[in-house]
Every structure is written in C-alpha cells, then in structure tokens.
C-alpha cells in the first residue's frame, strides 16, 4: 500500500542552523501539509500546498519556515535559523485531490535543536 | 478566535465499558477529521464528516457530527485493549481563509 515517508527520522541541530526536512508524498496526491507536535502536545498545522505554491499557512509558519517541491516528487520542509522552541516532531501529510479528503500522514521527523 | 477543545484529556477505562469522547468547536466547520495515534507514531485518519448528521462506523468506534451544536462525538462500544491510543479531533475552518486546528486529544487507556 502507498504511504508517506519522511527523512529523516531524527535530526539534532545547533540553534541558529538550517535544516530541511524531506518528504516523499504518495504519488498522484495532490495537496501536501506540514505539521507539527511538540512532544505531548496537540497537533499543530503549518502550511498546505497545492499546484506548486502555499496555499494556506498558519501563523507558526513565518519567515522562518519555506516549503518546495523542487522535482515533482520530494516536498521539503526548510527551517532557516533554528530557535530551541522548534524542536518537534514534524509530519508530512498528503492527500489525493478535491473531493477525497482523507489525508495520509508520514511517520514524522524529529528534531531537536540545541 | 478559532477553538477546538476535546473532554476529557485523559481516560482510562476497562475493558468492555462504553464511553464517549467529545469535541467541541468554536464556529462554522467545513469538515471534521478523528484521528488515533499510538504513543511515539505517526497520525492514522479514523473518519472525515462533512455533513451535519453525518455518522461513521469503523468496528468498535462511531463517529457523528451535529454542525449546528458544534460538535462530533466518537463513541467505543465494547473497548478492548488494542484501542488504547490518543485521539484528536481537527476541523477545518474556512471563513475567509482554511486552517486545521487541532484539539488537545484525549489519551485512552483501555484496562484489561
């Protein structure tokens, strides 16, 4: 069966770096969502993306934060200056197309900034 | 402000035992979403509604929607063990702009 995947699993970084987060969405799908869970909190949305642009984004999802679909398949995730309180586990999530609303969530990234 | 709260945060219950988690939201939705997810994984979709009565079975777990109180309900029939997990509601508000917001979750604790 098709499924998300992120890499990867983990990643520790030093504040102040970037970091870019990759993310293989099941192929056909169409819209692509970044989230994130603070370790035992809710599950906070960062930005969707349709037909190659943002199409919505929270207000977590600053200059800080930039997303791209560089080859048709990857979609990245990019953090610019790592600050502390960005350590999280991130998800990906895709869904197929307008209409069938279920979406599918990769197995997360973790990072921990230091 | 765009809310989404969940009742109760935590329950442990045995085995067998029905019971009912509730989520509250705080205006109109275009679509509510219940997710599982097991302790250190990902997210798993359990059900989408999109319409007000809108009600959804997967075996042990229903889900229902009722837009004009604001609120969806997912009940467990019979719990087993296996369901012990945590679950979320979110709800997509588009008043002028689409956002998912998720509620705090409810940790389940199945007793065997």
């Known amino acids: 069966e098709p499924e998300v995947t992120q890499t990867p699993s983990h990643q520790v970084t030093q504040m102040g770096q970037e970091v870019i987060l990759r993310c293989v969405p099941i192929?056909?799908?169409?819209?692509f969502y970044w989230y994130r869970q603070i370790l035992g909190q809710k599950v906070e949305f960062l930005v969707s993306f349709y037909n190659n642009e943002i199409s919505e984004k929270s207000e977590i999802f600053d200059d800080q934060f930039s997303v791209e679909r560089p080859d048709g398949s990857n979609f990245t995730l990019k953090i610019r200056s790592t600050k502390l309180e960005d350590s999280a586990m991130y998800f990906c999530?895709?869904?197929?197309?307008?209409?069938?609303?279920?979406?599918?969530f990769g197995p997360g990234t973790r990072l921990l900034v230091l | 402000e765009l809310k989404v709260e969940q009742n109760p945060l935590f329950l442990s219950m045995q085995e067998g035992k029905n019971y009912t988690i509730y989520c509250n939201y705080s205006t109109t939705s275009d679509r509510l979403y219940w997710y599982r997810q097991d302790p250190g994984k990902s997210l798993e979709s359990l059900f989408v509604?999109?319409?007000?009565?809108a009600v959804k079975q997967e075996g042990r777990l229903m889900a229902s929607l009722d837009t004009k109180a604001r609120l969806s309900t997912l009940h467990i029939t019979a719990a087993v063990h296996d369901l012990s997990a945590t679950y979320f509601c979110?709800?997509?508000?588009?008043?002028?702009?689409?956002?998912?917001?998720f509620g705090t979750g409810t940790r389940l604790k199945v007793l065997a």
């Open positions: 979110a709800v997509l508000f588009s008043s002028g702009t689409y956002k998912y917001i």
């Open positions: 509604l999109l319409s007000n009565g």
């Open positions: 999530a895709s869904r197929a197309r307008t209409g069938q609303e279920t979406q599918y």
């Open positions: 192929s056909n799908h169409l819209y």
